[in-house]
C-alpha cells in the first residue's frame, strides 16, 4: 500500500498542505502518528508515510530517515511488518536478503504465507509476501509460484477474497489480493483472476462513488486505477475524498 497516501495527494490541489501536515504528525522517535485516535500501528502508519515519500519522490523530505530508521529497528518479524520493510527498503536501494530470507520461513507446504512460521496460511500474508517479493525482484519460481496458486484459489465467486471460509468478502483484503496479483501478472496466468478482483471492487462501490469509508476508498482506488481503463467507472470514489 505504499501509494494510499500518495494518491490521495496526487488528485487533490493541496498537496503542500497535506505533506506540511504529515510532517507534523511525527515523534521524537522518528515514527509517524501513534495517538489514542491512530486506526494504525506506529510500524503501519509510518510506513504508509515512507510508502508516499517514495511514490512522491521526495526521499530527501525531512524526517524520511528517522523514518526509515524506525521502521528497521522494529524488532516484530510478522508477515506484514517484513513486507513493508523489504517493500520501503528496496525502494530506498538498500540490501534486503535478510529481510527476504526471514519472510520465506512464513511460507507453508500449502504456498501461502502465514502470519509467523507454522502460522494458518492467510490470504492477506500471503498478497503481502507476494507483494513484497515482487518489489525486491525475487525470482524462485517455485516460491512464487505456490504463493500465486494458494492465492488465486481463495477467490470467491463474486471475484472478491475474505478473511477465513464462510466470511463475507472484503474490499480491503480484495484489494490486497489485486494488487498482488498485478504484481506477477507478467509472469503468471493470472489475467481473469485480476479481472474478476477488479469487478468485485467496482460493483460494490456505494450511491455517489466510492466504499464505506475513506481507508477502502483509497485502497480500491490503489487497486482498480491501474487495471480499469475506464475512468469513468471510480471518477466518483476520487471525487469523494
Avoid at 502470519?115 to 515482487?134: C, I
Avoid at 463475507?168 to 503468471?188: C, D, H, I, P
Amino acid at each position: 500500500m505504499p501509494a494510499l497516501l500518495a494518491l490521495c495527494y496526487s488528485v487533490s490541489a493541496h498537496a503542500a498542505t497535506g505533506l506540511e501536515w504529515l510532517a507534523s504528525q511525527q515523534n521524537a522517535d522518528g515514527s509517524f502518528a501513534n495517538t489514542p485516535a491512530s486506526l494504525a500501528a506506529p510500524v503501519q502508519s509510518t510506513g504508509e508515510v515512507l510508502g508516499a515519500y517514495q511514490t512522491l519522490k521526495l526521499p530527501a523530505q525531512p524526517g524520511f530517515a528517522a523514518a526509515l530508521t524506525f521502521l528497521n529497528t522494529d524488532t516484530e518479524n510478522n508477515t506484514e511488518y517484513l513486507a513493508r520493510k523489504i517493500i520501503i527498503n528496496t525502494q530506498a536501494g538498500s540490501v534486503v536478503s535478510a529481510l527476504t530470507h526471514a519472510l520465506l520461513a512464513h511460507q507453508n507446504a500449502d504456498g501461502g504465507f502465514g502470519d509467523q512460521p507454522d502460522y494458518a496460511s492467510s490470504v492477506l500474508d500471503t498478497a503481502l509476501a507476494l507483494e513484497a517479493l515482487a518489489a525486491a525482484r525475487f525470482g524462485d519460481a517455485n516460491v512464487i509460484g505456490r504463493a500465486v496458486f494458494f492465492l488465486t484459489q481463495q477467490q470467491q465467486a463474486d471475484g472478491g477474497f475474505n478473511l477465513t471460509a464462510g466470511n463475507t468478502t472484503s474490499v480491503y483484503l480484495t484489494s490486497r489480493a489485486l494488487l498482488a496479483l498485478q504484481g506477477v501478472q507478467f509472469n503468471y496466468n493470472v489475467a481473469a483472476h485480476i479481472g474478476k478482483a477488479r469487478e468485485y471492487l467496482l460493483q460494490t462501490q456505494i450511491a455517489g462513488g466510492g466504499w464505506s469509508d475513506d481507508a477502502d476508498t483509497v485502497m480500491a482506488l490503489v487497486a482498480v486505477v491501474p487495471v480499469t481503463t475506464d475512468a469513468t467507472r471510480y471518477v466518483n470514489a476520487l471525487n469523494v475524498l
